[in-house]
Each structure stands twice: as C-alpha cells, then as structure tokens.
C-alpha cells in the first residue's frame, strides 16, 4: 500500500488560516477548532491578512462546519453488488479493481472512451491537477466539468477576442455593469458587497445591473434595467446600436488596438433599435440614458454571469456584452477591463494537440477543451461505435447538477464501468460502479486556480485544517495509486528524477523534469507529469505538502513568462531562483499571496491575438446578430406560460456541498418566488404549496410571493433537493432539485450551454 506524506495540523485551539469554499472567490477566512476531538468548526472569521479579501466574508461561511461535519461524510471505499446494493471494501481491493476495470476499458475500446468529469469543485483544483492529466496519459481525449455548462461560450468569446480571460478592475471602475448577476449574494469579485455599497454612496459613480428581477444588487443599482426573461441579446444589440448611431463610440481606441471594426459596425447600424429594445421588455429611452453613461465614463468594468449565460442567445449574449467596453475604450486603464496573467489558464488547460474539435457521437463543438455537458447522455445512451464506455467522476455530481437528471443517471447505469471519488455519498455515486472517499477540503493540501485580478493577482495555497477522516484519501494519492496499480510510474521509471532530486536539489531536479515532461499547460502535454511530481518531488515538501508539488512547476512556468510582473510582487530573484522563491511564498503564504503585479498597459501583452489587436469580428456571432432581426417573438404557451429560471443565489443557497439543510437559516425548503400578480391569478398565498410542471418533470414547492418578480417569472433557487440522512440513517431530501426539471435538448447551438434559466413551465394548486 502507498503512503502520504504525514500532514502537520496546528492545535485545535488556534485561529488557523484558509479559504471559503462555497463561490469562486474564495474569501480568505481564520477558523478556530473545538469539540469532538478538534474537528469541529467553532468560530470562523474573515482573514484580514488575505491580500484580495482583507477580512472580508459573507455570512455563508460562516457555517462551513455543516459541510466538514455532517453525516453525509464517506469513510470506506464501496463497490456495488449485482443488485444494486454497496459493500464496503479496503482501498487495496478498491484501487485494484478500478485499475484493472480501467485497464481493460482501454484494451477494448481505447482510452478515448473514458470521460473524465470533473477536475474539482469549488475551491478543490489541486486534485483536478493530476487526475485531468493522468487520465489525458491514459490516452483519455474528451473531459468536461460544470464550467463547460456555465462559461463555455464566454471562455469562446473571449479567446477569440482577446486571447485570454478578461476582468474588470471593479474597486476603482467609475461605473460597473453586472448582466444576470445578483452579486450581493452570488459575489463575483473580492469584498463585493463592500464595493458595491462604496458605488451606492458615490454620486459620481454608477451601478447598473441588468436582470429580470430586483434583487438585492438590482435595488442598490442607480439603473436597474428589468429586461423581459430571455430577451437579453435584443438589450445588448441595441446598447450597441445606440453607441454607433450616436456616434458614442471610441475611434482611436478601435484604430489603434482593435481588427474586425467595419464588419462589426456594419452590422450594429442594421440594428432596429425601437424594436429591440420593444422585444427586450425595456423603455429606449432608459436604454439610451444607460448607454450614454458608459460612454462617459472615464472607466467601465462589466462582469455577466450565469443568468446570461444559460438562457437563449448565451454565447452571444457574451459577445455582445465584451463589445459594450471594447467600442467605448474601457481597456487596460485604471477602473477597466483586462487580460490578466494566470498560475494556470482555465481557458486553456484542457485543451491540447490532441484535443477533438468535436464530441464522437453527436459531433457537438468542443469548446476550451470540454465536451458540453448537455450532449454526455447522448454521448453514451446509443450504440454508436465510439460512444463513451466508462466516467471518472472527481469531486462533482452531474446526477443532480446537469440538465434532465433522470437521463443522466440512467447514461452512468448503462456505462460499462464508472468510478466517483468525493467526500459524500452524492447522486452520482449512487449510480456508480466504485465510490471512492476523499478527505475533505479542509483535510487536505488545496487552492483554486479562479485567479482572475488585474493588475494585482493572487494565489492561495491552503493549508490542512486538521488530519483526514479516517478511511479517506487527497485526490493525488488517490489517482497516484491508480497509476501504479495500472503499470504505471513505477519507481525504476521515477529513478532518475529521484537521483537529480537528491544530486542537485531542485533546481537540480528541474532540468530532468523539465526535460523529461516539457513546460506545457494543457492536460494533453502534462501527461503523467504532475503525478510524477508528487511522486518525487511531493515527500520533500514540508508539512505533508505533497499536492503542492504541482504548483511548482507552474510557478516555474509564470516566471519564465511574467518575470518582471512577479517581481513587482516582491517576490525576488532572477529565473529560475524566481521561480523556486515564488514557489515558497506560494507554500509558506497561509494567507495567500500576490503573484504578479502589472502596470495597467500590461494588459496588452496578455491579448494574445495578432498584433496585440482586440478581434471584434467572430463570424459565427455576427450571423447570429444578423439573425435577430428575422427571429419572432416566441408565441404564448397556453400549456406552459410561465419562465422558470431553475438554479439561482439566494442568502442561504450555495453549491451542493453543502448537503446539511441545517445550515439554512431561512428559506429552509427552497421557496418558488413568484410575483403578486401571478399569485392572485392562481389563488395562492406565501407558504401554499403547488406544482411546478415542465415537459421533463414535475416538482412540489412553498410559494413566496414577492413584488421583486416580473409576472410570468419564477424562480427556484440551487443548492436544493439534495438526499441527506437523517438520525436514523434514511435519506431525506429538502427542496427542489432544479434538474430534475430541465431538458438537456434545450441548450444553445454552438458552445452547447444549457438553459437553466429559461425553461418553460406551469404552476398548479396542490388541492
């Protein structure tokens, strides 16, 4: 049997330094354990030492212990019986027959067979560091995760404008724009609610938000523009068409830094603006006033989120919102937008040389390397010759978070061979093969490669909180042992990276890597690379830190691309002592770190397109716009009159890691928000109950009446109708699963991302 690293953890009493886990921003936090041995959590607080969050936290954190503690925790590898049932098994027996099903898979029908599903969860990348190119190794070529049904078509817009990830400067933006975001509870950028506050008391600054209801962000916003549901795409034309025909836009700026500017204006002044603006629900008048408030601003910042992204027109939408700042020069100056650098690139890292342009059965695109997660059943549930016969799945649940998840369970059924590793018995893992238990995030070594400021970037390693639950492993040694029991990185083939180890320490050591495995940052060139580091490299480090081993390297990678930038961080040396110095502030920073400083006009050197050049013209976009003014309003659904957004941020929802409904303060059940004319309609009050009907499914819920909505909206919130047991030990399940209601047809044409937030449905009195 393999062995780990021994972790040190501190004393239970101490405030100890790490990271929320439950939105992508990953506020820095202080815990202070107690009670049962050490593991619970007591107090926790925001982290004033964190360089991006400065002691910032919302409430949510607050009660992480129900995601630590809770009986949903899995201690012993299982195995399912013919009939259904599971049986506990040591890990020796586990680890060998998952290789051996993995190895003969791969005989059969070759490793482009096996779908790898995840890379992590919310804050848990270190994991998904090695498995995704362990298993690209094993000759695995199609992967995929939740960000392939949440930000596929903006990873694509903004590839092909500007060659990498764009963010806003939001602290010092003159005016923000937020598309589809309640930001006071889904957050999107560090201290959020402390920025947007900031701008509510600025009468020179100006917060504009654009959703279908007032929500908490939409009623601090000095222009909230309630755009009909689903009718975004017609705002964001018009805003465009608006700054063209008054002639708002910034000329230099498009001369000098931009290509693709005539096709595009082109196009923006056949734009109908009246009739747009009727068909997005919204006044021209205030559309106008909106649009000449970003053209005067000295500086603009935009951030869109899922309520853009998972509804009709969503690649577009993403589009068109990226050319609002783009044509009004709000790009690389204070208050911005920029191209950032990046420890790891997320637009990129599962994309490679051997990358398929599209998925083997349904010939969907492959966008930023993942196959979009809507097609996956169809990618299984055939005959087809080169369907998918097996699925990885690391620290995610698809059985509840993708689209119709009845037909998703029933994909991983029919699959010859499937394998969950997680912390909980999930959806997902009751429809597996083998479940393999992980430590907690707070158990092991983790980070999160959500990295995105500009010109100040951060990097948080976390430290362990306290020893794993017994009977669980970290991800790493989990795949690591997988590999060995595989034939793989056995230790005469790790030899000579252990002999330029001990030679010549690491810099020794990174000649032979280097060497051996390439600089590479995609999945496909990193192969068995990363896993060969924790092998060798991952037991020197100190504390147990042997998932760490990957960050080395890829501090290596940042300083040989961004010396100047990390040195600015006050991180000292010339390459490669840079790169060994930013790995030990990385590894000693329990707070986290600043990785790379940059002027404003760095920003240019991240747009890696011709040039330097913004590229304004997407044709495949363009044909869409164009497509606008010919496409009709949809007809009213006598069967299904209402739209449903299923799946959104409310002050006690979060991602399904959280699985205790204890941990809610309010709104236990997951209430159906629905406006007071629609609710007088229906006969119904707060607290009755009814039935929300759509072609896939139908759900109970609680009503809330609320003024917030627009008639013929409602809205579900995430997070709910998961199974969790109770005392006894019997699964009971709390509130809505949203999925259990959408189609994984209804998605958009080219990056394949789902309609979430846009789904017919209707509302009947439970009698």
Same mark, same amino acid.
């Given at each position: ?24 921003i990953n506020c820095g936090i202080e815990v202070r354990r107690g009670g049962d041995g050490g593991r619970r959590f007591e107090r926790i607080r925001g982290d004033k030492a964190h360089p991006a969050s400065k002691g910032y936290t919302c409430q949510k954190a607050l009660r992480l212990d129900h995601y630590q503690n809770g009986r949903h925790r899995l201690t012993s590898p299982l195995r399912r019986r013919p009939d259904g049932t599971y049986e506990e098994i040591d890990?020796? /027996? ?16 070759? %490793? ?76 999107? @950028? ?14 020179? +600054? ?46 230099? =700026? ?21 009739? =747009? ?44 919102? &990226? ?7 709000? @790009? ?17 890292? =599962? ?38 016969? !097996?699925?990885?799945?690391? #620290? ?57 400021? @500009?010109?100040?970037?951060? @990097? ?42 001990? #030679?010549?320490? +690491?810099? %020794?050591? #990174? ?11 995609? $999945? ?15 037991? /020197? ?15 290596? +990678? ?50 890696? &397109? ?15 716009? !164009? ?31 959280? +699985? ?9 059940? %997951? ?18 109950? $009814? ?43 709390? %509130? ?28 009947? $009195?439970?009698?």
């Amino acid at each position: 049997m393999e062995t780990t690293p021994e972790a040190t953890t501190p004393d239970a009493t101490d405030w100890q330094a790490t990271a929320c886990i439950l939105c992508y921003i990953n506020c820095g936090i202080e815990v202070r354990r107690g009670g049962d041995g050490g593991r619970r959590f007591e107090r926790i607080r925001g982290d004033k030492a964190h360089p991006a969050s400065k002691g910032y936290t919302c409430q949510k954190a607050l009660r992480l212990d129900h995601y630590q503690n809770g009986r949903h925790r899995l201690t012993s590898p299982l195995r399912r019986r013919p009939d259904g049932t599971y049986e506990e098994i040591d890990w020796d /027996t586990a680890i060998a027959e998952v290789a051996a099903a993995l190895s003969g898979v791969i005989d059969r029908h070759g %490793g482009e067979s096996i779908l790898y599903y995840g890379a992590g969860g919310q804050g848990n990348h270190l994991g998904g560091s090695y498995g995704l190119s362990f298993y690209a190794g094993l000759g695995s070529k199609f992967r995929s995760l939740a960000l392939a049904q949440e930000k596929g078509g903006e990873f694509f817009v903004d590839l092909e404008l500007c060659g990498g990830h764009s963010s806003g400067d939001y602290e010092n933006a003159e005016v923000i724009m937020l598309l589809g975001k309640n930001a006071w509870q889904s957050h999107g @950028f560090h201290r959020t609610r402390t920025i947007l506050k900031a701008i509510n008391n600025d009468p020179d +600054r100006a917060l504009i938000v654009v959703d279908p209801v007032r929500n908490e962000t939409a009623a601090l916003a000095d222009h909230h523009i309630a755009v009909r549901p689903g009718g975004d795409a017609f705002l964001y034309a018009a805003m465009l068409a608006v700054l063209v025909e008054e002639d708002l836009v910034d000329h230099r =700026f498009m001369t000098e830094h931009t290509t693709g500017a005539e096709e595009l204006l082109t196009e923006l002044k056949q734009v109908p603006i009246t009739d =747009f603006c009727a068909r997005a629900g919204v006044p021209e008048e205030q559309v106008r006033t909106v649009v000449r408030r970003i053209a005067r601003a000295a500086s603009v910042s935009t951030l869109e989120e899922l309520g853009i992204e998972q509804i009709p027109h969503s690649t577009l939408n993403s589009y068109l919102h &990226k050319l609002m700042w783009v044509l009004v020069g709000s @790009f690389a100056k204070p208050g911005g937008m920029a191209v950032h650098s990046s420890l790891l690139d997320l637009e990129r890292v =599962f994309c490679g040389p051997d990358t398929p342009a599209v998925s083997p059965v349904t010939g969907a695109r492959i966008m930023s390397g993942m196959v979009p997660c809507n097609v996956i059943p169809d990618e299984i549930l055939t005959d087809h010759p080169k369907r998918f016969r !097996a699925m990885v799945v690391e #620290a995610t649940n698809p059985a509840h978070s993708l689209a119709d998840s009845a037909r998703m369970r029933e994909a991983i059924r029919a699959l010859e061979f499937s394998v969950v590793i997680d912390v909980a018995w999930t959806e997902t893992a009751a429809c597996a093969d083998y479940v393999l238990p992980a430590a907690s995030q707070y158990e092991k070594w983790e980070c999160t490669y959500f990295n995105f400021e @500009f010109p100040h970037n951060y @990097f948080h390693l976390r430290a362990p909180l306290c020893d794993p639950l017994p009977g669980t492993l970290p991800e790493p040694e989990i795949h690591l042992r997988v590999a060995r029991a595989m034939g793989h990185l056995t230790d005469e083939e790790l030899e000579p990276l252990r002999a330029a180890l001990e #030679a010549g320490g +690491r810099l %020794g050591f #990174a000649g032979a890597y280097f060497s051996k495995y390439g600089v590479g940052v995609t $999945v496909d060139e990193l192969g068995f690379g990363p896993l060969a580091l924790y092998a060798v490299l991952g037991p /020197t480090l100190p504390d147990g830190a042997a998932a760490a081993a990957v960050l080395w390297a890829l501090s290596h +990678r940042l300083t040989m691309m961004n010396a100047d930038a990390v040195r600015r961080a006050g991180i000292e040396g010339d390459v490669p002592f840079l790169g060994e110095a930013l790995f030990e502030a990385i590894l000693n920073g329990r707070s986290g770190v600043t990785i790379t400083v940059d002027d404003y006009a760095d920003a240019w050197k991240y747009v890696e &397109k011709p040039d330097h050049r913004i590229s304004l013209a997407i044709p495949e976009l363009l044909g869409e716009l !164009a497509g606008l003014r010919n496409e009709t309003l949809p007809a009213a659904d006598d069967e299904f009159p209402f739209v449903l957004t299923a799946g959104s941020r409310r002050a006690f929802s979060a991602n399904t890691i959280f +699985r205790d409904p204890d941990w809610r303060k309010s709104d236990r059940d %997951g209430a159906l928000h629905m406006s007071p004319s629609d609710a007088e309609a229906l006969g119904v009050a707060d607290g009755m109950r $009814v039935v929300v009907a759509t072609k896939r499914g139908r759900a109970e819920a609680v009503v809330e009446v609320t003024d917030a909505m627009q008639p013929g909206h409602i809205i579900l919130p995430n997070g709910y109708g998961v199974s969790y047991p109770d005392e006894d030990g019997r699964p009971v399940v709390t %509130g809505v699963a949203p999925n259990e209601l959408t189609a994984s047809e209804d998605r958009d044409w080219l990056a394949g991302t789902p309609w979430h937030k846009h789904v017919r449905a209707r509302v009947e $009195v439970v009698s």
